[in-house]
């Protein structure tokens, strides 16, 4: 008797005499196969292209990659293994080649501000608009060059710092969500929101202004004649948590919802 392929990809709909496609996803569309990548993580998409040879180009044209480092914090070796396989995906697509959305969850002690800095530049080289960076080890530096793009729309960072920032131009920045988040000059913070002239949605989750020489960390006070310098004129929605920057309320009055808790913290 001959054997039956369980993976054959085309059979005969019973009693019609009718061949239909098996493999209904690799008939689809590359634009829809793309949309559908795009919501699985990065690793597992790139994992199609083992399918078949129609699959193996396709997770390079999706416009969403999702990195977490979850599987990969327990050594350095292993960790390693994890900042080789973004690197070889960011690298790998076409210089113009857009990045509608990138996540990246990196919470392992060895991450560095070295691959930090690839990372982001490679995403604003590629265009992001929206943006999700959650560090684990809160003195992880963003690179200045986050704050001048003409493309994030949505930015959302987690445990992460801000060093001095020179200027700040985010022309098309709508959703800014910043939680543990350290700005060791008194004016960072201030230049960063006084950049987003279009913010219609922000978030502060344990805003820390602090200095530190070393491992020692000193808290830097904000003046209040520079927080009322802040203008949200599109703002909408504000919530401020775990952060007695009273002077910030003026900023933020122009919001239709507000919530301003300075004892509560809000898990991003």
Known sequence: MAEVD???RRRRIHNTGVTVNADRFSALPDS????ILSFIPTKEAVATSVLSKRWRPVWRY???????DQNYKSNETQYSRFVQFVNTVLFSLDKSHPIKRLRLKSKSTFTSNENMDVWVNSALQHKVEHLEIESGRITTVMP????SSNTIVVMKLNCVEFGAISSVHLPSLKTLHLCNVIFTSPSCFVDLLSGCALLENLVLNYIITQSHIGNMYMEISLPVNLLTTIDLPKLISAEVYYCSLWALLSALSKAKFLIYDIKG????
């Not at 829809?32 to 949309?35: A, E, F, G, P, T």
């Not at 999706?62 to 977490?68: I, L, N, V």
């Not at 200045?144 to 704050?147: F, G, P, Y």
């Not at 913290?265 to 991003?268: I, L, M, S």
């Open 6 to 8: 369980p993976i054959s």
């Open 32 to 35: 829809l196969l793309c949309h």
């Open 62 to 68: 999706t416009h969403s990659f999702d990195f977490d």
């Open 144 to 147: 200045s060059s986050i704050l």
């Open 265 to 268: 913290f809000a898990n991003p």
